[in-house]
């Protein structure tokens, strides 16, 4: 595993993350351990989740439950890892959450941090992330409202999701978006705004909903209970070409399409970690190595002959 510094101010961070939004809603207590541990084996050390995964699901699990089980799975590690959560999105209905305001106010950061504080078992978090703003409050007091915090000890950096690349500001060490080979649409504004920052950019879904995971083949249908058994939107006769070419790509080089997927993602500007879920160990073990491929120069070059910088495909 390859480790790197999360933007120009954050933490060091390995190259791949273990993203836990399946904790909870599609993995129980024992198989998310089982993947947990399977992360730690490969060297990962970033371990991001949120407040309000676990809920729904395969499972029915509740909001919540993805922190809950995530910290108990790292009970023994937590010195060794950088532990990454977020907050801003709807909770389960809450009487107390309702009555502190919008989600980027003050008063009801301070008791979403508490609530992850103890669901996650800890006594800090090393990256605490704005889910999405709330459209209400102002940006600036949300960040003023997350250094307090910052400042008592209870995280160590800031980061965010899903915010646009004209409201990104330097406070923050990193954001997450969706980007992968087949969506560069993030290189048009956000990844520039993230290099004139010193923001560092942790993708999510990096495999295209498992499309790059090399499951997917034109003509068959999709594996029962995958992704996109279930959002066949996705695979269309534009996005398999893509798939086709970027596979052709690999056994070129004498890779498969899951390193074409990590490790060519990994190379690009402002990456800071390739945020990847996984339902088994297995699969968080083959992800972890896929990083370990480095595209050179002329790798990078015939990458964007397949999709171009800023071009989605899906």
Known sequence: MRYRTLGERGPTVSVVGLGGN????????EATTAVVHAALDAGITLFDTADMYGGSGERGGVRGDGERLLGAALKGHRDDIVLATKFGMEMTPDAEAARLGPRGSRPYIRYAVEASLRRLGTDRIDLYQYHEPDGVTPLDDTIAALRELVAEGKIRHLGCSNLPAARLTAPFVSTQARYHLLDRSAETDLIPACLR??????PYYPLANGLLSGKYRRGEQPPPGSRL??????LTDAALDRVEALTAYGTARGLTLLEVAVGGLAALPAVGSVICGAMTPAQITANAAAADWIPDATDLTALDEIVRPGEQVV
Not at 22 to 29: A, I, K, V, Y
Not at 197 to 202: A, H, K, P, Q
């Open 22 to 29: 399946n904790f909870g809603s599609r993995l129980d207590e």
């Open 229 to 234: 058994s279930w959002r066949q939107g996705w």
């Open 197 to 202: 920052t010193g923001v560092g950019l942790l």
